[in-house]
């Protein structure tokens, strides 16, 4: 029976060298031979050697009655740990666990002792904070998992798993708080996921694109992070977060549109600080939508919106031009995409380069030559800078094509065929859904009591209701703030004296 076992797993990894297969002698009697089956460098050696293998063979044979509880006792297996289908263990030899095969025994045991190549935890390079922990999710998925629970350290922290993917078998963990969490949404997370067939997960991506409510929508309605106090934050807050192996990015749902104009560092900083950066964020965010078309529409159709100077200067600027505005601007738009993914794919020390040539080199030669006006690279510019200032890159990425179409509006149209874009865009995001939650609450419909965290950041101890569009329940995560009297001259007579 041993044999067979051996001749089997060694035929179904076939030509995989990386299979260790070896023989030892329980209790060092040849009467109970045994094989540890293994994938190297998925478990460091000194635990195979130390605490596996040395304990099997060193530790005399007691009599605790048959050679199967024998060696579960000795080496603390548990019950699930007992195998008995070829398919269970060949999966848990794929996952890096230690499988044992006894002779005389039908089942095999496996230990958990997998300790695969992993990096250290540190801080996002995308979500970097002026204040707060720097810890980052890493591609670990237990180390993902373990950062949430040192931080919420509550029994009601549930942590589902899910096996994803015919060939790559990716663990994905859905980890909410079952007494906050709205049960109707966590039943639809997860009979999304159970209804994925696809032949891997490499990345969470492959998950969001499966689960999201518009696919074909330029927003994402799915949030992502890779900070453990921002996932901790959103499960707290009734959301669903969901781990995936070997991937340091985390998916919060359901997701509304205010929270990709939040940071980790408002909750960290004082909260008119952070009222103020998100009114930044918000105008950036408009600015680099629309601030190009809104050029072309004015110079275009409108000039006399603007000061009679201002017209001059842009007259004389376009004097040389050979091109109509709407097609300059395109010209810009598409060079600095061009510029932007050539400093992404470039080597970081070639980057610095990249831009100077671009930035200064192109910019300048263009102007000198009669390509563009200094005016159009000055508000292209700008409304690539202001795109930079919104936290989250998922946000960033669509204002491309959404520039794009309010340009050609613009340009055709003028400010009513702007205006009309615009229209469009807040229609379309008004008809969003995440998971049955309305994208643009809690502004459409209106809850005027949860506008306290999204236009601006209320103090902490006013926030006392959980978000009621999330949990779809009244829940208090908090009370006032407690009332305080200032110490007085006399309090510190009285405590001298005492």
Not at 271 to 277: D, E, G, K, N, P
Not at 469 to 492: F, H, L, M, Y
Request: glycine letters at 6%; proline letters at 6%; hydrophobic letters at 45%.
């Amino acid at each position: 029976m041993l044999q067979r076992n051996k001749q089997y797993l060694q035929k179904v990894f076939n030509k995989c060298g990386d299979l260790l297969i070896r023989e030892i002698n329980i209790a060092g009697d040849p009467k109970y031979s045994a094989i540890c089956i293994y994938i190297s460098n998925m478990i460091p050696t000194e635990f195979i050697e130390n605490i596996a293998l040395k304990r099997l063979t060193y530790t005399p044979m007691h009599p605790i009655g048959d050679i199967k509880t024998y060696l579960m006792s000795l080496l603390g297996i548990a019950k699930d740990d007992v195998l008995d289908d070829m398919k269970k263990i060949t999966s848990s030899i794929i996952e890096g666990e230690l499988i044992i095969l006894v002779s005389g025994i039908n089942v095999a045991f496996t230990i958990d002792m997998k300790k695969p190549p992993a990096r250290t935890v540190e801080q996002p390079v995308t979500e970097s904070v002026i204040r707060g922990p720097r810890e980052g999710f890493t591609e670990s998925f237990g180390t993902n998992v373990c950062l949430i629970r040192k931080k919420i350290k509550s029994p009601h922290l549930k942590a589902e798993l899910f096996k994803v993917g015919k060939q790559t078998q990716t663990n994905v963990a859905m980890v909410y708080m079952d007494n906050i969490a709205n049960n109707k949404i966590v039943d639809e997370v997860r009979k999304r996921i159970r209804k994925i067939e696809i032949d891997s997960v490499i990345a969470a991506s492959y998950i969001e694109e499966y689960i999201e409510d518009s696919p074909l929508s330029f927003f994402p309605t799915i949030f992502r992070t890779e900070k453990p106090d921002v996932a901790a934050g959103k499960i707290l807050e009734g959301r669903i977060v969901l781990f995936v192996d070997n991937v340091p990015v985390v998916l919060s749902l359901p997701c509304i549109f205010g929270e990709f104009f939040m940071s980790p560092d408002d909750y960290y900083l004082r909260f008119y600080v952070a009222t103020l950066s998100r009114w930044i964020r918000m105008l950036a965010f408009s600015m680099s939508m629309a601030l190009p078309a809104a050029y072309v529409s004015l110079i275009s159709y409108h000039q006399e919106l603007l000061p009679t100077s201002l017209v001059i200067s842009i007259i004389r600027g376009r004097a040389e031009i050979p091109f109509p505005p709407i097609f300059e601007a395109v010209f810009m738009l598409i060079t600095y995409l061009v510029l932007q993914e050539a400093d992404i794919k470039m080597p970081k020390t070639m980057g610095q380069s990249v831009s100077v040539v671009g930035g200064l080199v192109l910019g300048q030669a263009a102007i000198n030559s009669g390509i563009v006006s200094a005016h159009m690279i000055i508000v292209v510019a700008f409304s690539a800078v202001s795109a930079l200032a919104i936290p989250t890159p998922e946000l960033q990425m669509p204002l491309a094509y959404i520039r794009f179409g309010l340009l050609v509006l613009g340009g055709l149209g003028g400010m009513v065929g702007l205006t009309c874009g615009l229209i469009a865009i807040i229609m379309h995001l008004l008809s969003l859904r995440s998971f049955g939650v309305p994208f643009l609450a809690p502004v459409g419909p209106l809850r005027p009591k949860e506008l306290k965290d999204i236009f601006i950041r209320a103090p902490l101890w006013s926030l006392k209701k959980m978000p009621k569009t999330i949990t779809w329940r009244d829940s208090t995560r908090r009370v006032g703030r407690p009332a305080t009297n200032p110490i007085t001259q006399e309090d510190k007579n009285n405590e001298n004296s005492s």
